[in-house]
């Protein structure tokens, strides 16, 4: 290789921690009036969306990455190169859940569809949506994140 730099500096982007896109922390609002605090990586752009929580080894507690699109669209996902198990939940326009994906497997090709058109989606670690009590019948106000 003739730039030894260039690789070592690839290792590092592909296992740091270093997100691209901007935190910010949300609620997610359950049915009984209780809520849970998620401090979120909002991606924004195509090229961040494409990656996603591609080849990161973890996420801490009650973390995520948030994705929100220009417009509401049917939305599909993959767990190609995700290596942790995620939780996905499809978010309409309005903040109520479209559905809810639960423990998928990592590196899994299998498309992950939105039941409608979506605004957005939260990734968030594996079993965290039954864990805190997160159904359909949740709300999730991405009119409040800054940048929406």
């Keep these: 290789?003739?730039?030894?730099?260039?690789?070592?500096?690839?290792?590092?982007?592909?296992t740091s921690d270093i997100y691209a896109g901007k935190l910010s922390n949300i609620k997610v609002f359950n049915s009984d009036g209780d809520y849970v605090s998620y401090e979120v990586e909002i991606v924004t752009s195509p090229e961040?969306?494409?990656r996603g929580l591609m080849f990161r080894d973890k996420l801490k507690?009650?973390?995520?990455?948030?994705?929100?699109?220009?417009s509401p669209k049917k939305a599909s996902f993959w767990m190609k190169n995700t290596l942790i198990s995620?939780?996905?939940?499809?978010?309409?326009?309005?903040?109520?859940?479209?559905s809810i994906y639960?423990?998928?497997?990592?590196?899994s090709l299998k498309k992950i569809k939105s039941k409608s058109k979506?605004?957005?989606?939260?990734?968030?670690?594996?079993?965290?949506?039954?864990?805190?009590?997160?159904?359909n019948n949740s709300f999730i106000n991405i009119d409040m994140i800054e940048g929406n």
Excluded: H, T, W
Excluded at 1 to 14: C, E, G, Q, T, V
Excluded at 89 to 98: A, C, F, H, P, T
């Design 1 to 14: 290789m003739k730039n030894p730099s260039i690789f070592i500096f690839l290792i590092f982007f592909l």
């Design 118 to 135: 979506v605004k957005a989606v939260l990734e968030i670690p594996g079993g965290d949506s039954k864990l805190y009590g997160i159904n």
């Design 86 to 98: 995620l939780d996905l939940i499809y978010i309409k326009k309005n903040g109520l859940i479209d």
């Design 61 to 70: 507690k009650k973390e995520g990455m948030l994705f929100i699109f220009d």
């Design 48 to 50: 961040e969306q494409e």
């Design 102 to 107: 639960r423990d998928l497997e990592p590196m």
